[in-house]
């Protein structure tokens, strides 16, 4: 398997505009997690996803911020409009959720920066 | 809800052992995990260790966990220039929640 997939691995944007961020999932994995790290606040989890439902999205910090899965193999994170405190690598990880462990396996993460 | 703490720096000599140490807080958490991060790369799991196990040894790393004190340590042996990473404990939400609870991660720093 490819492991987790990001893209684009660095994105350099202007304040104002719309940002997307895409993840492609290890197959057959139920779980996808999207992640923010920061020197100042470290791994934030933004929102994770459960058979393409989102469950929990209390960490995406306000409404410019939105993520979709339509389908199994695909995730989305979308800021609109970006700000410059927006920069940051953006993780995504994937995990199958047996009776044992959750592990998560993570993508190489996009590294945004907001000018 | 569960909290992970772990030291931010931690510098040792090539060649020494390195521990890292991280404590968490919820009882329940049944898998903790150690990741490691090189610069410009995701995080990458190294091992992990089930609640009711003590001690867990692959190769030059060895994992310790003292559940009584929720105190989770991770000794890498003859540290090499490569082990130099952003190493992050992580702990399961126990009682069937779903997801990682991750530290904040420990820089080690190898000194030649």
């Known amino acids: 398997d490819a492991g987790v997939i990001q893209s684009p691995r660095h994105e350099v944007t202007e304040m104002g505009q719309e940002v997307t961020l895409r993840c492609k999932p290890i197959?057959?994995?139920?779980?996808l997690f999207w992640y923010r790290q920061t020197m100042m606040r470290g791994l934030e989890l933004l929102i994770y996803?459960?058979?393409?439902?989102?469950?929990?999205d209390s960490g995406m910090p306000e409404d410019r911020f939105s993520a979709k899965m339509p389908n199994a193999s695909f995730s989305t994170l979308k800021i609109q409009p970006s700000e410059p405190r927006d920069s940051a690598v953006y993780f995504c990880?994937?995990?199958?959720?047996?009776?044992?462990?959750?592990?998560?396996?993570f993508g190489p993460g996009t590294r945004l920066t907001v000018l | 809800g569960e909290d992970v703490e772990q030291s931010l720096f931690l510098s040792v000599r090539e060649g020494d052992s390195s521990v890292i140490n991280c404590t968490y807080t919820?009882?329940?958490?049944?898998?903790l995990y150690w990741y490691k991060q090189e610069p410009g790369a995701g995080l990458q799991l190294l091992t992990y260790?089930?609640?009711?196990?003590d001690m867990k040894q692959d190769q030059r790393l060895t994992v310790l966990l003292n559940k009584k004190d929720k105190h989770l340590s991770l000794r890498i042996a003859d540290t090499q220039t490569g082990d130099s990473a952003i190493y992050f404990c992580?702990?399961?939400?126990?009682?069937?929640?779903?997801?990682?609870?991750f530290g904040k991660g420990t820089h080690l720093i190898i000194q030649p």
């Open positions: 996803f459960n058979n393409n439902v989102p469950i929990d």
């Open positions: 260790i089930f609640s009711n196990m």
């Open positions: 992580a702990a399961d939400k126990g009682g069937g929640a779903d997801g990682l609870t």
């Open positions: 197959s057959g994995h139920d779980y």
């Open positions: 919820d009882s329940s958490s049944t898998y």
């Open positions: 990880a994937s995990s199958f959720r047996d009776s044992y462990t959750d592990t998560q396996y």
